[in-house]
Structure formats: structure tokens, C-alpha cells
């Protein structure tokens, strides 16, 4: 009779170390909550440093406030995290984003290309301040947080498109490039989701978009996170959907 696998579970992720971006509030900071909860060490990771002192302290985790969407910030998070943690975090959850919606008639290049640096260039740059010591030791998981609209185009979703179906793009070649390495990649597509990042929309106030009361709430994606995040090392999931029922 085959012993019981070891590690599955929520226990899988207790003693582990985990880095998670955008972690001041929406997904990043339910899913800093859920990985707290279930054991880990939680380095949380956004730009404004009050807000992210305030979330660090509600998790009981470690306030690193650093821009991953610039070369600079990512190089100073890694540096010090290497001198905190001595090696990469086993997981690295990339949550921080940036959202607008205008026509592409009309779209502003400034607000395209912030969102092209929080979305798409941000997860590369983790990926190359941390996966060189993580195929070293041959583990570590990387979860990236993309969109329904990395998959579906919605009108007014040109430039919030073009970074998510960037990240998908970048995420298969990831996997491509990670197998037989012992490291790890998951991304994670949720539908609309209420979060602070409508908050310049109010989507209450259009019909052609979903109300805030018919969204997923943030913890919803954060257990789907969690979930990828606490497989057992042999096991990968390499993408998840989630949306709302009905």
C-alpha cells in the first residue's frame, strides 16, 4: 500500500518563505494573509511605505516597500532580501498591478506604459533577480497574477490587455524553460475581482461593466493562490481561472 504523500495541504507552507508584490491591499495582501495563517514567513512587497507598514503589522509579516516595475527597485528588494533570508524566498507571489480603461484612440502612452512596467515587466524582473539562486538549489515556485483579459479582449482594455496577455506569453515560456528544474510556476487568471484598483472606474456606475457586489472578493483568488502554492514538490499547476458562480 503507497504511503501517504507528504507536504499536501495547507501544512506544506508552514516554516516556508514567501515573498508576495502589491501586498498593501486587494489580492496581495489576501494572499499575504492566507500564506501568514498557514505558516510561512511573509515578505510583503508595495510602493507606499505607510500602507504597507500598516498590512505588515495586521499579518504579523516583514514590510519591504520597493517599485518591482523598475530595474532599481527590484535590484534593492533582492539585495536585501538575500541578506535577510541568506537564498531566494521558496515562493514568489507577483500580485502589484496597474488598471485603466480608456478607448485606444484615446489612451494616454504614459498611463500604457505603467501599466506594461507593473503588469509585464515587473514579473520579469523578478524572475531575473531570483531564479538564478533558485535553479541552483532546484526548488522555488513563482505565481503570477494575470487576468481574464490576458485571455478575452474587452473594448477600453488595450494597454491593461496588452501587459496581461504579455504575462501569459512570458509565463508558458517560463514553463518551457523551468522543466526538469525542480522550480515551479503557476499563473493565476481571475475574473473581475473587487479591489481597490476599480476604484478610479466605479463600475456601479456603467452598465457595461460588472458591479462591485457581483465580483470576487480578493480572498477568493488568494485561496486559489494558496492552493497552487501548497501542492506537494512533485506536483505543478501551471494556470487556474477563477471567476464568480452563476
Do not use: C
Amino acid at each position: 500500500m503507497p504511503e501517504p504523500a507528504q507536504g499536501n495541504g495547507m501544512e506544506g507552507l508552514k516554516g516556508k518563505t514567501a515573498l508576495v508584490t502589491g501586498a498593501s491591499s486587494g489580492i496581495g495582501l489576501a494572499v499575504a494573509r492566507e500564506l501568514a495563517a498557514a505558516g510561512a514567513w511573509v515578505g510583503l512587497v508595495a510602493r507606499s511605505p505607510e500602507p504597507l507598514a500598516r498590512a505588515a503589522a495586521e499579518v504579523g509579516g516583514h514590510a519591504m516597500p520597493a517599485d518591482v516595475g523598475t530595474h532599481e527597485g527590484v535590484h534593492t528588494l533582492a539585495t536585501y532580501v538575500a541578506e535577510l533570508l541568506g537564498d531566494a524566498p521558496d515562493l514568489i507571489v507577483g500580485a502589484a498591478g496597474a488598471f485603466s480603461l480608456a478607448r485606444l484612440d484615446r489612451a494616454d502612452p504614459a498611463d500604457f506604459d505603467r501599466m506594461l512596467a507593473a503588469n509585464l515587466r515587473g514579473p520579469f524582473l523578478l524572475i531575473r533577480a531570483f531564479l538564478p539562486a533558485m535553479l541552483r538549489r532546484g526548488s522555488g515556485h513563482f505565481i503570477h497574477l494575470g487576468s481574464v483579459a490576458g485571455r478575452v479582449a474587452f473594448p477600453e482594455n488595450g494597454g491593461y490587455s496588452a501587459s496581461k496577455f504579455g504575462l501569459r506569453g512570458l509565463h508558458e515560456v517560463l514553463l518551457a524553460e523551468l522543466r526538469g528544474t525542480g522550480v515551479r510556476a503557476t499563473l493565476v487568471e481571475p475574473a473581475a475581482t473587487d479591489t481597490p484598483l476599480w476604484n478610479t472606474v466605479n463600475p456601479d456606475e456603467r452598465a457595461d461593466l460588472p458591479s462591485r457586489a457581483s465580483m470576487m472578493r480578493p480572498e477568493d483568488v488568494a485561496r486559489a493562490v494558496v492552493f497552487a502554492a501548497s501542492q506537494p514538490p512533485g506536483v505543478q499547476i501551471p494556470s487556474i481561472a477563477v471567476e464568480a458562480a452563476g
